[in-house]
Structure formats: structure tokens, C-alpha cells
């Protein structure tokens, strides 16, 4: 299906993911064009007047160009300084032509744009980094700038506009694998002090200097956002909006060995409602992916989600994550409520919040802006498919309406804001001193508060504590009370005082966060053990506090609460998370706990969860386990659904570890990789159903037989197995033995 330019998601993997060289063809799939080429109307690149005039936007609601023409060339992410200039990520060197030949060329940039005389719109921009591989997510610091140049996540110190001194390599790895479509990408600073990538398992800060990595939990693919309480959100291709259930790192109470548990829960449906007939989809072809009327039913390049923090909307839309969509030329708006249920809902149902008939609009980003508007990212760009994943139907469809003719200084930055509200000034906050920062995180703009936070997290002036303090127990303004209660955790200032007091309080946003303070540090005390086990814990509350008991030196007490809830899903996993470190120690002590999940979650609590060793194989064997690695990492993409250790990425492609489908018959392996798979998977027992089907390489003439033979002996000696592994002859008699199969098998097909 049509997915975002190095934006969106893989085909979702069911065995393996595999990228096709040039085409995303697939035997046996009839690509007869599901609408005749006499109804499809041109698609003209337009000026931003004329595609202005082709928005319907929600009532009420007006859409406003911010930076056009030369100050935008391929723009696919942006961040604001703490001046409010837009810092953008310019991918210029994106599919040039259809195959997609000189993706690789250094000519991306990263440019500051800013408002020189007031008026709302950019006019000026300054390069601050170019020559980058393909940028695709940036950072702003106050004394310098985190980004990405191919694979790597590097900094770079500032003074001003200019880079200052030689990069600093973050994570060489940051992006490593895939193409465009499977990589790192985000950025987002989290309430916690960290940033969240999509489409990682990684979070980095910088502390004393210097900047360290920590696991995490896998999140989406392209972007992340957050509401006001600090958890994140992201989304696949085909699934618009997944939240997570608890703050970041909820379940990662010994973080060498975190808890196995569904902490993020896909919300609302995947329906969409484009205003027009969406011929240029991928595999339109494919029954229901276009609905009776030629237009696309379901997302496929769900991607740019943005939980809006701003004051320009009316009090009604406040809170809505909104969610770009490419491939159906619009803009969705979802209300995500967690009293009564996580759950989400679309705002308008049955529309689109934005949407055009223009098939070059290809929005990929939004942003609560500094002036408290919506901001979105507009590519303006024909081409969303990459090409590993384009088929010859896609192909036809761009030649025939020219959306593959390149077009100079592509791109637009939209304002989208309440038509009644005027986009205000951006405070600028980077001349003021720590203390003239602290008021800012009581601000009514949520991207206000952050930078307010991070500028004081930054300058470490522990002199504004006690202003802190006092924010953080001020009635009134929850908002303002945790982003004090984090800054303060970022300075090391926080106290057991404040955060009892916090507790003790009647916002559960505040709450929660105390909670989850006080079980990250792991607090302990007389004081403290007697407010948590007087606190009286909401049902909504119940899993923070048994996780914090457990942490803060009470855990029979939470044993106790857990045992009397045993019906609650996921609170014998807060438990054992709350327990961290001394979860060997507990069990040891305690014994038989008298809940059977529960003691099996003890027992594997600290299980050998070590690295793999190095293969036990010799010789030519290793050299063919090393080829086997750079297939799973690079050319066949497996990392991307799979994740680098064998161990499944949630929404994409289930676990190889330990896997059945891996580890045993290597003929049914070779077969499945030839042909592909549809529909659930059982693996090690659990049921894994990925929103689409894995693609066989039957078909894919860049990948011969003894590279496939390459790939089964990493992938079979590989996490803890040891088993034998085909050579290439064996996979060729399996292709000749399979060679009249178009069709990806079923489960029950290879049982």
C-alpha cells in the first residue's frame, strides 16, 4: 500500500520482512487497476494559493501557509528553539526518480527558519547543517543541536546559528537497518527529561555532559507524541494510534530485566474518509483496501501524530491527537479518554478533520507550535511509496498523472488555527535567566512548559528549588505541578516531602506522577512507608500504587493488594516491576505466593536474559552467520518487524527468539520465506495477528539462494539456538518443489 516516504512502515512481517529491490511485486497478485483510467481526473502540481483552495477543513477552522517556497525543500520534521525558530529537517535526496538512484547523495540540511518582522510567517532561513544522509529527526538545545546523518544520532554544540566544533557520535547505531521506511526517527523530549525515538528501543539524555542511552519500550514508526502527563503515543502504517497505558518505563523496574507486558493498547478504528477516489494506494488492487466508491477504506500510511497542547483551539477540541495520513490526503482528528476505558474516538466521525483532492499533498508532521496553533508538514511530494516497496501498479499510477516529475523547493508548512483565536507571539526564552523560567511551566501551551523545563534542566541551577517546590503544591494548576515535580527530578532536587505531598493532593495526573517518581528512585522511609499505606488509591490508581509499595520498601503490602484484585489485568506485572532488583530476593524470601501467574512471574523475573554468546561456529560456517546477520539487519529488513533481538516488535512481526517457525522443520522455513505468510501465527503458544500480510521473495531477483541459506544459519544459531541450517542446494530444491505457488501460505498450510 502507498506509505510514507521514508516515513512509513514496513509491509508487517510475519516470518520475515524481506525488501524488494525495486518492486513490491507479488506472484500471483492481479494488479488490474480497480479504477478505469478515464475516471481518475490530473493531479497538477499546484501553487500554495491553488492548494489552499482545495482544503476542506473542519468548521471553524482556517489553514494559513507558514514557510513556503525556497525556505522549504523536502521537509519531513522540525523542532522549535526556545526562541520559537523552526529548526526543519530537509530529506532532499528522497526518491529522486522512481528506482530511487542517488538516494544515498549528502545533500540534506537542517535549517533554522525564523520570523524576522512579526507578521506570523517565515522569511528567513538559515543552513546551520548540510551535507546529511537523508535527515529525518532533530533536537534543540541550548547550547547545541541532536540529529541524525544516515544510521547515526549525533551532536553537535552551537553558538547561535552556527555548529560549533566536530559532532559528537550519540548512537552510531541509532538507525541502523532497513531502508528509509524502517528507521529511527522523533526525538521527542519526554516529560522525564529523556528523548523517545519511533521506531526504537532506545531513549538518550545527557547527564554531566554526557549523553548515555537506556532500553526501552519499542514504540511505532513514524513519530511519537505525548499528552500532558508525559505517556507516549505513536502508530504504525496501518493501525492510526496506539497509546501507552502507563508513564515511560512503567514496567522497567529492574531495568536489565523488564516485565513482559502489553503496555501499549491500539485505540479507536482505522477507518478514514477521503474526500475523493485514491487510485495512487499500492495495492489498491487488493479487495477492500478501496471502498465501493474508489476510495481508501482503512490507513495504510498512518504516520506525523501529534497530541495538540495549545490554547488556539476551543475548550471542545483541546486534547485531540491529531494523525496524518498520506496516502489519503488528509488529516485525522481522535479524542483519547481514559475514565471509564482507554479508549479512543474520532472527533468528527465520519469525516476528516483536514482533508484535500490533491494527490501531491503529503502531510508527515505535526507540532503544537510556540503560538499555540497546529503546525503541519506538508512534503509536497508525488512519489509517497519508496521504491522496495512500490509495484508495477503504483508505478503506472505515478507515470500516467507525472506525480514522478521532480519539482524544485518542494514543500509547505501550514498553520492550521481556530478561525475566532489569532495565532499569538512565541515567547522567547533563551535569554532569560533559570529563575525567570520557572513561571513558564505554568503556561497555558504545553510546547511552552517543555521548554521552560528542559532550559532549566539544562542550566542545573539548583538555586531555583525552592520556587519549584512551590509551584509543585500549588492547588490549581495540575499542569504546572508536574512539569515542577520533573524538573525537579532532573536536577536532582526532588524530595520525599514534596512528592508525599503531591500525593496527597486531589489531581490523579499528579498523583500518578509522584507515584511514579518515587518508585523510579525507589525511595524509602518511615514517613513515606505510612503515607503510601494510608494513601487511599483510586481504581484507576491502583496499579502505580502497588508498583510504588513494592518499590518503596512495602511489598508484602502490595502482595496483599494484588492478591485481593488477582481479577485486574497487569497488576501482578506492576508488582514485579515495582520489586525491580530484589524480585530474585522477594521470591527467595516469601516462597509460594498462593497465585499461580504470580509465581510464574517471579520465577521469571530474573531469568537468564543475558546476550547471546558468540556463535559456535567455525570457519566458512561463521563467515555465512556473519553474511546471515547483514541480510537480517540491511538487505532483508527482518530488524525492522523483528527488532535486533530476534525478540518481536509489538504491531509489526512476532517474536523469532524461542520460535517453533525458527527453530524447527528448516524446509517449512525455506518455504515460508520463499512464499510469505497471511493471517494469524501461533508462536511458543501466543497468538500474533500483523495488520498485513509478510511478503514472500519468491519473486525478488536480488536475493538468490545462497543468501536465503545465509539467513537460516543466523537465524537458527542465533538468541540461544543451535540448530542445523540448510545449504543453498536445499533451497533450491524447496523453490523448485513450491514453483507453481503464488499465493503467501496460511498457518494452517505449514502445520
Not at 488490474?32 to 497538477?44: G, L, N, V
Not at 500554495?48 to 482544503?55: H, I, N, S, T, Y
Not at 509536497?380 to 523547493?409: A, V
Not at 524530595?495 to 495526573?509: F, H, K, M, P, W
Request: aromatic share 8%; hydrophobic share 40%.
Amino acid at each position: 500500500m502507498r506509505r510514507p516516504a521514508a516515513i512509513l512502515a514496513p509491509l508487517a512481517c510475519l516470518g520475515l520482512a524481506i525488501a524488494f529491490a525495486q518492486q513490491g511485486d507479488q506472484e500471483g497478485h492481479n494488479m488490474t487497476d480497480p479504477i478505469p483510467a478515464e475516471k481518475i481526473p490530473p493531479s497538477p502540481y499546484l501553487s500554495v494559493d491553488e492548494a489552499l483552495q482545495r482544503f476542506a477543513v473542519a468548521d471553524g477552522y482556517v489553514i494559513e501557509p507558514v514557510a513556503t517556497g525556497e525556505l522549504v525543500d523536502m521537509v519531513v520534521a522540525l523542532a522549535f528553539d526556545a526562541d520559537g525558530r523552526a529548526w526543519t529537517c530537509e530529506m532532499r535526496a528522497y526518491m529522486p526518480n522512481l528506482d530511487g538512484e542517488g538516494e544515498d547523495a549528502p545533500n540534506g540540511r537542517i535549517r533554522a527558519l525564523e520570523d524576522t518582522d512579526g507578521d506570523g510567517r517565515m522569511d528567513k532561513a538559515s543552513v546551520f547543517l548540510d551535507s546529511l544522509v537523508l535527515p529525518r529527526a532533530v533536537a534543540v538545545t541550548g547550547d547545541g543541536c541532536l540529529y541524525t546523518n544516515g544510521d547515526a544520532l549525533l551532536f553537535i554544540h552551537r553558538k547561535g546559528l552556527k555548529p560549533v566544533g566536530e559532532p559528537i557520535v550519540v548512537d552510531a547505531d541509532y538507525a541502523k537497518g532497513g531502508n528509509p521506511e524502517h528507521k529511527a526517527n522523533g526525538l521527542l523530549y519526554g516529560h522525564d527529561n529523556w528523548y523517545y525515538s519511533a521506531k526504537s528501543s532506545k531513549r538518550y539524555r545527557r547527564i554531566a555532559g554526557q549523553w548515555v542511552s537506556e532500553a526501552t519500550d519499542f514504540r511505532g514508526q513514524w513519530g511519537i507524541t505525548k499528552d500532558n502527563v508525559g505517556r507516549l503515543y505513536h502508530n504504525t502504517n496501518s493501525t492510526l494510534l496506539i497509546g501507552d497505558r502507563f508513564l515511560p518505563q512503567f514496567f522497567r523496574g529492574d531495568p536489565t530485566h523488564p516485565v513482559k507486558a502489553k503496555a501499549a493498547q491500539t485505540l479507536g478504528s482505522n477507518r478514514v474518509y477521503p474526500n475523493h477516489i485514491t487510485p495512487g494506494v499500492n495495492r489498491a488492487y487488493m479487495e477492500g483496501v478501496l471502498n465501493d466508491e474508489g476510495r481508501l477504506a482503512n490507513t495504510t500510511a498512518a504516520c506525523g501524530l501529534h497530541w495538540y497542547r495549545g490554547e488556539n483551539f476551543p475548550e471542545a477540541d483541546r486534547d485531540l491527537v491529531f494523525i496524518c495520513e498520506p496516502a489519503g490526503d488528509l488529516v485525522k482528528a481522535m479524542r483519547v479518554t481514559r475514565n471509564g476505558g482507554f479508549k479512543g474516538d474520532f472527533r468528527r466521525p465520519g469525516r476528516e478533520f483536514l482533508a484535500t483532492n490533491d494527490e501531491w499533498f503529503l502531510p508527515c508532521n505535526t507540532y503544537t507550535a510556540p503560538d499555540g496553533t497546529l503546525w503541519l508538514v506538508d512534503m509536497y511530494f508525488g512519489m509517497l511509496q519508496h521504491r522496495e516497496y512500490m509495484t508495477s501498479y503504483l508505478r503506472r499510477q505515478y507515470i500516467s498523472r507525472g506525480l514522478d516529475q521532480p519539482h524544485p523547493g518542494t514543500g509547505r508548512i501550514y498553520r492550521v488555527r481556530f478561525g475566532e483565536s489569532a495565532a499569538k507571539p512565541a515567547p522567547k526564552l533563551a535569554a532569560l535567566s533559570p529563575a525567570q523560567c520557572v513561571p513558564y511551566l505554568a503556561h497555558a501551551n504545553g510546547h511552552v512548559r517543555d521548554t521552560a523545563q528542559r532550559r532549566l534542566v539544562e542550566a542545573g541551577d539548583r538555586s531555583v528549588i525552592p520556587a519549584l517546590e512551590r509551584l509543585a503544591g500549588e492547588p490549581g494548576n495540575a499542569l504546572a505541578a508536574i512539569h515542577a515535580l520533573w524538573t525537579l527530578d532532573g536536577l536532582d532536587g526532588i524530595s520525599e516531602l514534596v512528592l508525599i505531598r503531591a500525593l496527597q493532593g486531589t489531581d490523579s495526573n499528579v498523583r500518578e506522577t509522584a507515584l511514579h517518581i518515587l518508585a523510579l528512585r525507589r525511595m524509602r522511609s518511615e514517613a513515606l512507608s505510612k503515607a503510601l499505606l494510608d494513601w487511599k488509591a483510586k481504581e484507576s490508581e491502583r496499579h502505580g500504587w502497588v508498583r510504588t509499595l513494592a518499590a518503596c520498601g512495602e511489598p508484602r503490602h502490595a502482595l496483599a493488594v494484588v492478591l485481593e484484585h488477582a481479577e485486574t489485568p497487569l497488576l501482578r506485572e506492576a508488582f514485579v516491576s515495582g520489586l525491580g532488583v530484589d524480585a530474585a530476593a522477594f521470591h527467595r524470601d516469601v516462597g509460594e505466593v498462593g497465585d499461580t501467574a504470580l509465581q510464574d512471574l517471579l520465577t521469571q523475573a530474573h531469568a537468564d536474559m543475558a546476550e547471546d554468546p558468540s556463535p559456535t561456529l567455525q570457519g566458512a560456517q561463521l563467515l555465512a552467520f556473519e553474511r546471515g546477520r547483514s541480510m537480517y539487519e540491511s538487505k532483508a529488513a527482518c530488524i525492522a518487524c523483528h527488532g535486533a533481538n530476534g525478540a518481536g516488535l509489538p504491531n509489526l512481526g512476532p517474536p523469532l527468539r524461542n520460535s517453533e517457525w525458527v527453530t524447527g522443520d528448516a524446509d517449512r522455513l525455506t518455504r515460508l520465506l520463499l512464499h510469505g505468510l497471511t493471517g494469524p501465527i501461533t508462536v511458543a503458544g501466543k497468538v500474533y495477528n500483523p495488520p498485513l500480510d509478510m511478503p514472500g521473495i519468491n519473486a525478488n531477483p536480488s536475493i538468490q539462494d545462497a543468501d536465503i541459506a545465509d539467513l537460516l544459519i543466523f537465524l537458527r544459531n542465533s538468541w540461544g539456538h543451535s540448530q542445523p541450517s540448510p545449504l543453498a542446494s536445499q533451497i533450491t530444491k524447496v523453490r523448485k518443489q513450491t514453483a507453481d505457488r503464488f499465493l503467501p501460505y496460511k498457518e494452517s498450510d505449514l502445520r
